[in-house]
């Protein structure tokens, strides 16, 4: 830095090969769990524009409430199988 007036950023990770140093990331675990849908209410004819900005509000509101609901639902079931071991529960931040 003190040459150039730059810091140059290093990067760490594997190569193309088993082995070789490079610049992808390092593989990780990455479990996924997939749920029921939830269930989306339809729009009228004419999409958002037809509804109020009150009405689409409380619709997205209602939606929202709905998945947040379906997401620590399936937290609640996975959570002794797949984070044994965790330090924090799950938080939503508004």
Do not use: C, N
Not at 64 to 69: G, N
């Amino acid at each position: 830095k003190k040459a150039t007036g730059l810091a140059f950023p290093v990067f760490w990770g594997v190569g193309l090969t088993e082995g070789s140093w490079g610049i992808l990331p390092r593989g990780v675990q990455l479990t996924t769990v997939v749920g029921k849908p939830i269930a989306a209410p339809q729009l009228p004819p004419g999409g958002s524009a037809s509804l109020s900005d009150e009405e689409l509000s409380a619709l997205v509101d209602e939606t929202h409430t709905a998945f947040l609901h379906a997401v620590q639902q399936l937290y609640d079931e996975h959570k002794d199988m797949y984070a044994p071991e965790r330090v924090r529960e799950l938080v939503f931040i508004e």
